[in-house]
């Protein structure tokens, strides 16, 4: 008999992310599309119906179901409404695959996806009280209370990246300035070294890569070689990150706060400095009692996304 | 027959209320004394047991408990430890109280009785999903999700009043700078009105008054007659509470935070502000959807300490 899998989706403003995941948590096959190369809808949708189709097929893999981790993705009503991805307007996203897939489709806002990845296979699982903040384009927030995910009076709970670290500072993509996401993301991560090249002298290879062309991995692996403004970036983004943390960490005291995505990656002047940072800035009621850990997943949405799947067919 | 009254009772830093309430949450009778002119409990406690056995015989009322909320008091084991009270050390303030009433006596965290006054008899019936702000000498917080207060993984989430919201900003009790409490609480109202007398040329009655006597409720006084440093105190107050609370709506999304203590009634100029403040750094997703209330009790912490003793007798 063949194995099953769960397509889980992770659809973020720059990539979108393609697992097949086995009813265990474990990820058979991944595979990444540039989300902006598909500014129509069915024509994502006919690309992703292919990977999975072409994968399963080629691992002998059955399909039992699509999972769907999107920014503001309604779990209720199977839509979106995401200022940030290439289609305007609410999306009935769960009803378009569906159509194509022939197979049940699950929705969930894309942190909250992470969350349940977490809490169903990885680092989190047991713990009752704890939040999941994924670094990738933006900043996204998942945060679990008495073992439930914290949706708020009317489901947007969970936007840390849209809290005001520096009132008046970098303008933000939701119209406003000083948002915690326009530094401790890979796009902040990547404004910080501009500002870096501008104001500090030293000498840097990322002197000669134009504004557009530089991310965060490039950052993150110059830092690695001792460049000193990509160090200094790093240590910059964890120390507005690590306050962010202790004063959430005040607020609803997690056991544990899990990093995902590709900027928490970016290696250990960063991981120190967000840890260090948060330590610091800690009340003494926690301090030496929380730090920041590293998820176990490459990408963690798509689990939780496919756990949707397996928890449906339960 | 007599009616039934639970004694409910409030220790803060400046103030103790004492309240008799009924099972329907009346308060019947209410008396503030000074905490710190008891720097024995002994005395505390004797003094707390002569007004309510007085005020209470007076009114032909019968004592059914004592419900105690206590800035980080402890349920399970009755006791509290806190850095702003007359007392050192861990304190167990159940055992005491209940030697000399000879009554149930219950133990909760201060904030976590207001949130209970709140739930129980006040504006939040029937919310799932709200916050309680007390401004009294420090800033403190309930918070409660999915109906349920929350405790955090080690019982001390709602420390709001310690996030820092200026880094290297105003010396703290608990020993870092620029905590919230410091700007918005009777203490950090205080603090802001000195400061303008410095930084500002306005002609104020506040001038003649020397630092130690004046009082939040003396700035909320001269504001409403007009004094311009009042009033731009208030204003500051409101405008940094205002940014807090709507960074604390982007986390958690309630569905109303009520405002309680002496400084929440600091009038119109001072709520106007922080409701101005918070709807201006609210994320469009909550734009025009939330409002700070001002709590319906003089005292929901004496209310929310009496309901302890209602659940517990049902």
Known sequence: MQEQVAIGIDIGGTNTVIG??????????????????????????????AIGRERSAALNLSLAGVGIGVPTGNSDNGTFNASNLPW??????AALFRERFNLPVFVVNDAKAAVLGEMSYGGARGMKDFVIITLGTGLGCGIVIN???VHGHDGFAGELGHTIVTPGGRACGCGRRGCLETYASATGIKRTAIELL????????????????????MIAEAAGQGDPIAIKTLRYTGEVLGLALANLVAIIRPEAIFLQGGAARAGAHFHDAVNRAMDENLLFLYKGKIS???????????????????????
């Open 20 to 49: 097949l995941i086995t009813a265990g948590g474990k990820c058979l096959a991944e595979e990444c599309i540039k989300t902006e190369e598909y500014p129509l809808m069915e024509d994502f949708i006919e690309r992703i119906h």
């Open 88 to 93: 305007r307007g609410v999306i009935p996203v």
């Open 147 to 149: 073992g439930e995910l």
């Open 198 to 217: 501008a104001t500090e002298i030293d000498d840097s290879p990322l002197r000669k890569i134009p504004f557009a062309d530089i991310g965060s991995k």
């Open 292 to 314: 920041t850990r590293c998820s176990a997943f490459s990408n963690g949405a798509t689990v939780g996304a496919a756990a949707l799947v397996w928890r449906a067919l339960k």
